[in-house]
């Protein structure tokens, strides 16, 4: 009967059969379908039956948006510790670990590069280094990406992905917000081209700056959007909220964004936006 009936002393390594599947599958946040990595992967991270984009990082980003042969520049800046932080763990501690997860120096990275034939200066934030928050390097970084902008008349694109301002860093993260802001006012000035993608999350001080300020403002599907966490919102207004208020299909019926846009679309959508942009530009000066 052993044919179909498991003896007392037959083994089964459970273990084993752990280890052949462990990482293989992932599940999708949305919709709970098991996934398929690879398959995942080959669907540039977006869940092939509910549509929902899993978060990627900076890098990833960047490959997916720029032609092959861009360049990475300003990799040379690094975060201090003006205030010797220390909450649950010093800050110095938590910029070591998360620059060996992520490798990089900052939760940032500029590259200047080609979008079908138009060259574009752009920077794409990196939310595994403590949340994408904004503080001096990553300011200074995107300060650095605007004046090659300036100075070359190329396109800017910034990819946000941020928890908001690093408060380790106190007012000096505050600051960044005016000084990004006022250098995305010289490039208004000259007439050059800003396009902002928001994608999940994008929230607090980098919302509330450089990521609603583009000539163009667009995001990815379901991305959280907004300044203030909805507890807070609703304690200081004393009014309930809508549902999902701060996704990103609600800011476009509301005016706050001007196209939501797939992951798979985006670059064709960004080369035709600067096709238009780099036309209506020109006949302008």
């Keep these: 009967m052993s044919w179909f009936k498991r003896e ?3 083994i089964v390594n459970d273990a084993r059969k752990t280890v052949r599947t462990e990482g293989l599958w992932t599940q999708c946040g949305s919709c709970r379908q098991a996934i398929f ?26 490959r997916l948006l720029l032609e ?45 590069g080609n979008i079908g034939p138009h060259e574009v200066v752009m920077s794409s934030m990196e939310y595994g280094f403590i949340g994408g928050s904004m503080g001096a390097v990553v300011g200074e970084t995107i300060a650095r990406a605007i004046d090659r902008s300036l100075a070359t008349r190329h396109p800017l694109i910034i990819v946000a ?6 408060m ?11 000084k990004i802001a006022s250098g995305l006012a010289r490039m208004d000035d000259e007439r050059i081209p800003y396009i902002s993608v928001l994608t999940d999350p994008t929230t607090g001080g980098v919302t509330a700056s450089f990521a609603m300020l583009g000539d163009l403002n667009i995001a ?7 300044f203030a966490g909805p507890r807070v919102i609703e304690q200081t207004t004393r009014q309930r909220l809508p549902e999902g208020f701060q996704r990103s299909e609600f800011l476009l019926e509301h005016g ?3 196209a939501i846009v797939t992951r798979k679309e985006m670059k064709g959508y960004l080369l035709r936006a600067l096709s238009w942009m780099n036309g209506t530009a020109a006949a302008a000066s």
């Excluded at 990595?37 to 960047?62: M, Q, S, T, Y």
């Excluded at 910029?95 to 590259?111: E, P």
């Excluded at 380790?168 to 005016?178: D, T, Y």
Aim: hydrophobic share 35%; proline share 4%; aromatic share 4%.
């Design 256 to 258: 706050f964004l001007d």
């Design 168 to 178: 380790m860093e106190g007012v000096v993260s505050l600051m960044q917000l005016a």
């Design 8 to 10: 007392e002393n037959e």
């Design 68 to 112: 092959p042969g861009y360049q990475v520049v300003d990799t040379e800046l690094r975060s201090t510790d003006p205030l010797e932080f220390t909450d649950l763990k010093r800050y110095k501690q938590r910029l070591h670990d998360a620059q060996r997860k992520t490798g990089l120096n900052d939760a940032i990275i500029n590259a200047i």
């Design 161 to 166: 992905a941020s928890g908001g301002a690093r």
């Design 220 to 226: 990815e599907p379901n991305a959280l959007i907004g």
């Design 37 to 62: 990595k690879k398959d995942l992967e080959d669907n540039l991270n977006v869940c092939p039956k509910c549509g929902h984009h899993f978060r990627i990082n900076a890098g990833h980003r960047i």
